[in-house]
């Protein structure tokens, strides 16, 4: 009895283990640091998990068919110089800006979605290569620099273009910390509770299987991959409207966050695989985390120490779990 | 000529967790002839020659070379003893990116303790030995890129180079073409002859058996009924000791009402080669069965009509109408159900709950617009079906790996029991299933013809293809030999031909 009981608690201590590290980290930092649970700080630390969180969300759809893509960072870097480019070169508006830039992520969906499954080449691998092409593509794009507001050319010639007052709305509090709420629900509700999330599920957890009950695996796939690497693009978006122009590999560094966020949340309420919420949540600890170590001033620079750590974690609360 | 080697075997036994596999086995061999080992699936013919092989240390028994007592531990001990075995799966003992001649002398490469290789000298050797047996094989070609049929050769060199003086042959033909196994057989006499070898050869083949070997070992359940020299023994007696005559199976099933042609299948060939130009119907109500020993081209059939294997020629009919089942996609949409033979891998989902499982080929009925499931209806009709398969669980939302393995066939089956599926294939249905569960399922697929549907069941257990099918088509080597009407058969018929019975008359 007593040892049955020990058991439910070490389950619920390993399927809220996210939940419970983040309040832990609240109450660490709380304590440690005065002005932590300011409203403005909680603003800021949601305001700045929002774009990892979107492009987490999406590695968690790859993720649900057991793929993954490494390619979301370099995506997103992509649509980040697509749509500055339309503002500033061509003087498009904002709707039109904001559909070439979807446009042309939907080509990288398509390209490791060809990868993968026409050429058979394995999911990480296949979007390793597109993650290079695909930064080089948008450095090519952009003539190796950035582009700003009032910033010429390649050839030289002036540009009169500006980003839209609404664009740049996008990125300010609260409509970024909404836009990341709504898409976390969104694609928890097509996760969990549609076919074709119950199908992308069925395909990650046994493909032969899935194929055999006669759906359409390659379809699929390629599904799962058309959502990471919009959420991806709508990522790359708001980092747009967030710096007000195009850097190079400006997205590069969203990659590891995104894939901590999601490893983390996998135990998420004992789910055990890919999900929104808990991506959610895991990305919530890397913020928090992050946020609470450089008010107690530990330098930027020591800071991926911290966060490649967690990711070792996330990984092996992952793996060492399976393999029982 | 080189001495007389002789292994006795005495009053061998090995247990495995449920099941006595060997009970007091003596077994002789003797350098300079071809023993054959033959018995029907689970006789334990495979587990006298793991250990033989060293692979089941923990048996119980004696083993005498040349009258001294030695004790096998394990691969190493046996190979030093003189002892090699090919297995079936010769992948499992190569090195694809290695040369064939590195291949041959893998031994040599690993345990010589020099660190400097003489390629010279390996790759002289490679080819001394393939020399010996008469084998044309580039030694410098890569194992990957060679034949199955090469493989085996590659194999039984390395065993040479060892000075082997027994070899055990594991199903060596089931993958190989006439012309291969030929040449196989033209080898193995050879080094019987002129090497002396002492070779074991276990095949399901007889008309093989009674073209190479000299002498047979019948077995069944666990024990040695028969050894015989082979000129002094029939091909049907060899069946009968197979089967063992203790039992005579009577054919229970009650003729039913007999239906229209549901399924035409003409002249259908894959790719696979297991599929040659095969021709059968299944009529409405109907169980018919496909026997076979492993390796026939049952499972390769199956996949074939649906839509796993390019089929090159032929063409399916469902009901009159020609379809074509291009993936197993289209095989469910043209109301197909296919319960494979390895179901953990390939039938069901482990990690899910069980009403996911059952629902998985068919969600429509549990959709509402914009794809959203009705959960409540879905689980209730799981309910429903949990009763009607008669799983034996607590509750729907059960994960199917908690399950007993005939349970987890149950869902395999439910799984289309709901859907439309007219056509229902099950692949080697009881296999790791429990008594108990086996009857639940042959009632099962049993009622499923009574509704309408079609089965067609595939298996190497004659058996159970006896007791359940309607007629039975025999396949051996990829084609169909034989149609035979169940209850005017009996199992000594279904062996003779899924043995080649026929194909050795003919010859």
Redesign the interface.
Known sequence: MQERKNNQTLLFIKDWAIVLAVILLIIVFTVSIPNFMQTNNVLNILRSISIVTIIAVGLTVSLSVNGFDLSIGSTATLANSVVVSMFVWFNMPTGVSILVAILAVLCVALFNAFLIVKVKIPDLFATLATMFIVEGVAMTYTGGGSISVGMPRLDGTPTEGRISDFFLLLSKTPWIILIMLVIVMLVHVFLT????G??L??VG??E?????????VNRYKMLAYIFSAVLAGIGGLLLASQIGSAQINAGAGYLMPAVAAAFIGQSFAGH??PNAIGTLFGAALVGILENGLVMLSVPYYSLNIIKGLVLAFALASTYYSRKK | MKAKTVIEMKKISIEFPGVKALSDVDFQLESGTIHAVIGANGAGKSTLMKILSGAYPHYTGDIFINGELVSITDAKKSKELGIDIVYQEVDTALIPYLSVAENIMLDQLIFDKKSIINWRKIRQCAKDVLDRIGIELNIEKKVQDISLADKQMVLIARALIHERKFLILDEPTAPLSQAETEKLFSIVRDLVKNHHLGIVFISHRLPELFEICEKITIMKDGRIVKESLIEKITQNQVIEQMLGKTFDLVHHKKLKEKGQIALQVNHLVDDSGLVNDVSFHVNKHEIIGLAGLVGAGKTELCKAIFGMSNIKAGSIELYGKPIKNLTPYHAVKNHFGLIPEERRKEGIFVEEPIFKNLSIANLQPFTRLGSFIKQEKEREAARLMIQKIGAKTPNEHQKVANLSGGNQQKIAIGKWLMTDAEILLFDEPTKGVDVGAKSDIFNLIDEQAKEGKSVIYATSELSEILLITDRIYVMYDGKIVKELVTSETTEDEVMFYATGGEAYARA
């Open positions: 509770y549609t076919k074709h119950r199908f599920y069925a957890g046994n032969e299987a899935a194929k055999l009950s006669g759906i359409s055990g695989k």
